[in-house]
C-alpha cells in the first residue's frame, strides 16, 4: 500500500526555545500551512508509527550548562493519516531533522516540522508521498542543563576533602584558587530523571511507556575534570577526539527493550563500591553503588542490602535480571527518594548512604526500605511495564509490596510483616477517606494527571490490596501467578484485566477472584463494616466509609467482596468467612455471622489485613475498653491489673489487632464516633510494650493536639488521667530496636 500526499510522522515533544530554529530557520509562520484550527489532535501518540531503535549521542557542557546530542530513531510505518496541527514555542532547540529510508538510504523530503504544545508532541510532515515499511529519523539537539530537576539537569556538590589544599592554594596563587575551586571544590554532574515524562525533554522520543525500543547510548565529556560516564547498560568502548584528545566518547551495549522513562545518563566524578552477584544462569554480574568519592565509605551497607535483596528476588520470582550490570547510584539533588532506572538506579543520597557510627536504627530502615523497593522494580515495571500510566498500581503496588516482603525475609528480627498495616493501610486510608480520592485504577487522558497518579493510593494502598490477596489465596498461588504474570509479558507492556485473568487461572481460590480484586481496585475509598449483635451471632453490614452523613449520602460506588479474619473471647483460632459484594441489595448489603457458641466479644480484620475498618456498637467498644484497661490508682489493682492485662492481651489480641482498634476507634471518631470512646481505649498504653499501638496513638494525638490548638481543651487533653501525653511521647517503643543495628550492618555481602 502507497502512503498518501501528507504522512504523519509524530513524535513527542522536545521543548524548543525558539521554534523559528526548527527544521533549519523556517519561520514558524511557514511551518505548518495546513493548519486547520477545527482539528483535534489525539492526546496519545499514534499507533501507527512504532520507535524500533534509538541511537543517543548526548554530551554535557559543563561550562555553559547545557547539553547538545544528536539522534537516529529507527521507525516503522504501519499505517498513514491527515494531520494538522498548530505551532508553539517551548524549550529545548532543534536544529536538524532529516528523514531517510532505511532500506535505500534515501532521504525524503520533508515539507514541514510543528509542535503542537499542549500535547506536547512534534509533528514531522514529509512533502512527498511514502509507502509503508521502515525508516529512519535524524535529528540534532541541544538543551539547558541547568535551572531544573528533571529530564537531563546538573547537580552540584561541595567536594570537602579537597578544601585543605584548596586553602594551600591560596597561598601561592590567587588565580590558580579560583580555578582549582571551579574545577575541585564545587563540583557538577549531570544525570537524569525521566519518570513519567521527562525524556521528551532530553531527547526526541515516543515518551509513552507502551513504545518500548532498544537504546544505544553514546555520552560524550572532557575526561580533564576527571569525569566518567554511566548508564544502563556497561561501556562496550571508549573513544578519545577533539584537538588535545580532551573529548572522550562512551559507547554503551545496545539495550533490551524498555520504556523511555528507564532510560538513564550519568556524567560525574562519583567513586564506587563494588562486588559481584550471582544470577540464576549460574553467570556472575558487577553489581556498585556510586557516591561523591567523600561519601564512599557509606555505601557498604546499601550494597550489601543490594546483593541479598537480588538473591531473594532472583529466587521467588525465578526469572533471571537480564542487565549484564547494576549500578546504585546516590544523587546530591535529586526530586523523589529514588528511581528505578534499568540497570542504573538513582537516589536521593539520604536514601542510600548508611553509616555504621553515625546512623540511626530509621535510617537503616529506610535505605533497606527503599532499595529493596527499587530492585523489586527490575521486574514489576522494567521487565514487565504497564501499558499507561492509569496502570501504575502494577508497578508501585507490587514494588511496596514486596519491599517490605524481601526486608522481612533479610531481616527476620524487624518483624517488619507485623507492622505492615503501619507503612500501608493507615498511611493511605488517611487520604483514602477524602470525597475526592479516586481508584487505584483511574483512567487518566491528560498529561497533569500522570504525576498525580504518584500517590498513596498507586503505592500504599495497592500494596495494601495486594497484602490482603496474599492472605486470600495464599503465599505459594501469589508468587505462582505474579511468575507468570512477569514470564508471559517480559520485555512487554501489560493492563490489569490481564494480571487478573492470570490471579482468576492460576489461585483457583472459593470466591471470584477476579471480581475480587477489580472492585478494590477499581472503586474509590474503603468500606467500614459495622458490627450488631443478634440472636445467632452477628449482624455485619457494609457501606463506603464517609467521615460525614453528608458526604454518606451523596456516595454509591457499590460494594465490595471482603474477607472476615476474626477472633473471639473464646480464644478458638482465627476464623474466616466472607462479605460478598452484592450490587442488588445497595445499601442494605447485609452479612449474618453465626457462631455456634455465644462470645463475650468479637474482633473483625485480624491482624487489621482486610483494607477495611470496623464500627463496633458502644457497648461492644466498652468490652475492648475494659479488656485493656487497668487502674493504676490503687498499688494492688496495679500488680493484679498488671498480671491480669498481660494475660489477658497477650492471649486474646496480638499487638496488631490491638494497634487496629485504636486506629478504627479514632477514625471513627471523626465520622460520629465519641472521642472519649476513642481515648478510653488509650488508658492502656503505659503498659504497652508492642510498638504498633504506640504509632497509631502517637499519629493520632498527634493529629488531636493541632486540633485542639490554642483552645482551652489544650492543656487538659496533655493531661489525661493516666496516660500523661507528654510523658509517653519519651516512653514509647521504637520499631527497631538498637542492639539489631549493628548485627544488621555487620552481616557479610552474600549471606541468606
Ligand atoms: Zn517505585
Redesign the pocket.
Known sequence: MTGWRFILITIVLMKTKDSRVINGQVSPDNLNPYYNESMEIEKRLPEHVLPRKYVIAISPDFQKDKFHGSIRIDLELLKVSFYYSNVTVNDLTISSTKLYTKKSQTEIQIQSVFPVRKREMLVIKPYRNISLGEYYLKMNFSGRLKGKISGFYLSTYVDENKSISIKFDILINFMTMISLHYLLLCRKLAVSQFEPFYARTAFPCFDEPSFKSIFLIRLVYSKKLFYHAQSNMPIVEMETMGDDNDKTIAYFEPTPPMSTYLVAFLVSDFECLGTHMNLLNESKIPVAVCVRPMFKQKAAFALNITIKAMKFYLETFQIDYPLPKLDLIGVPDFTTG?M?NWGLITFRETQLLHSENDSSCTNMRRVSLTVA??LA?MWF?NLVTMKWWDDLWL??GF??YMEHIAVDFLFPEWKLMDSFPLYTKYISMRHDVKLRTRSVVKRIEDLNEIEEMFDRIS?QKAASVIRMLEDTVGNSKLISAVRKYLRRYQFRNAESRELFDILGNTTQATIDIVDFVRRWMRFPGFPVINVRRDKAGFQLLQRRFATSRRFSETIDDGSWTIPIRYVTSRKDGVKLDWFLANYSCGNNNVLELSLEKSVDWIKLNHDSIGYYIVNYTEDAWNVFGNLLFYNPSLIFTLVVSLIIFTLKLSQALSAMNRADLLHDAFLLAGAGLNYSTAMNLTFYLMNEHAYQSWAVAMEWFGQMNRLLHKTHVLRRFRRVPCLDIERSLQRRPRPLPEDNRKEAAKVPIGEH
Open positions: 529514588a528505578e523497593h527499587e522494580h515495571g508497578n508501585e514494588a511496596t503505592y
